[in-house]
């Protein structure tokens, strides 16, 4: 069956870093673009960034963009986000899913993440 397993959250101050990685079986890896999406307190999913089935590919939102970047290990099966210049209102629970995001029926338990002075 599916499996989606994030890791790498945790609290932090404003400025500081984190890796988040996703682990991926049940789906042939390297041939479905793959997406971060996260959820902070009281407020509906967002979408953070994909990367291409090959890595070539890359894209953001507006707000992490220039901060956050998004890669893949696909001998691994591992997605990875390394996230700088942390800011409090990227505080959420990070989910990571294969394209396209929002029709998936599964989602893994997440990551939180916490950004705070």
């Known amino acids: 069956q599916v499996q989606l397993v994030e890791s790498g959250g945790g609290l932090v101050e404003p400025g500081s870093s984190l890796r988040l990685s996703c682990t991926v079986s049940?789906?042939?890896?390297?041939?479905?673009?793959m997406n971060w999406v996260r959820q902070a307190p009281g407020k509906g999913r967002e979408w953070v960034s994909d990367?291409?089935?090959?890595?070539?590919?890359?894209a953001y939102s507006d707000s992490v963009k220039g901060r956050f970047t998004i890669s893949r290990d696909n001998a691994k099966n591992t997605l990875y986000l390394q996230m700088n210049s942390l800011k409090p209102e990227d505080t959420a629970v990070y989910y990571c899913m294969r394209s396209p995001w929002r029709q998936q029926n599964y989602w893994g338990q997440g990551t939180q993440v916490t950004v705070s002075s």
């Open positions: 049940g789906f042939t890896f390297s041939s479905y673009t």
């Open positions: 990367i291409s089935s090959t890595g070539v590919g890359t």
